[in-house]
């Protein structure tokens, strides 16, 4: 399913994804952060080191990257 519609939240603490059936995702900076898949991240999990991710973690753009991905800034 193709999302209608991805907007960052008013505090920026959060995306927020719309879909066709009407339901709505809310997704914390925190909890992508936790579970992204930047080079960074993945050699820290690699390396068993814990990647320290403030718990005030905010997202300041949400670019979209073609027809098929965002970026999250």
């Not at 339901?23 to 814990?50: G, P, V, Y």
């Amino acid at each position: 399913m193709i999302p209608e519609v991805i907007k960052l939240s008013q505090d920026k603490a959060s995306i927020l994804v719309n879909w066709p059936d009407g339901n709505q995702t809310q997704l914390s900076a925190f909890m992508l952060r936790e579970h992204c898949n930047s080079a960074r991240a993945k050699r820290a999990r690699i390396d068993f080191c814990e990647e320290i991710i403030p718990k005030d973690i905010t997202i300041s753009k949400v670019r979209n990257v073609g027809l098929y991905a965002i970026n999250l800034v």
